[in-house]
């Protein structure tokens, strides 16, 4: 039975341990994934923005070319939408800058920055891009020296995982064990 026992534990350990491996080796390529998003979600803004100038400098006849002089120039004529528009670039513009924060890091540190960003936004901020990344992600090993330093973190987490779970298991067996009212032999 004890050899059973030490089988399971090892088995346990053993697949938590690559669980946890396979897992944590996702987060370079989810990195780069989500910057692509940010990416592809900045320049769909970016399009809009300019079309609805275009189309502002055609009916205003708007002559100012940077945005800050276009956006006041439309402010005397139409002030929510120059509201509006101010606040699609606005947005446009944080959504370049979380991206060059991704691309501008170090590989080691771009899945940190990624997961920071989604956790530290206002849900209604990264919605889009996070509904285009679980759309497009498809799992894969990144064989890199960033994706080998989070396969073998996912190792000792999985590991440091399955050595508490087995010492919770034994601690309440043994927990069981101490309650049993012991018999007396007669």
Known sequence: MQFIRRWLAD?????LALLCAVGALQGPALAHEYAAALL???REARRDIEQRMTSARQFYAIAATDEAAFLASLHQVEPSNAETLGAAIDHARHLEAAYDRIAAARPLLQPIIAAWQVLSAPTDDTAGIRRTLIETYHPELSLTSAGAVYAVAGLAVGTLISRAVLALLSG???AGADRRPMRHAR
């Open 172 to 174: 309440l067996r043994r």
């Open 40 to 42: 592809q979600v900045a």
């Open 11 to 15: 088995w346990l350990t053993l697949a």
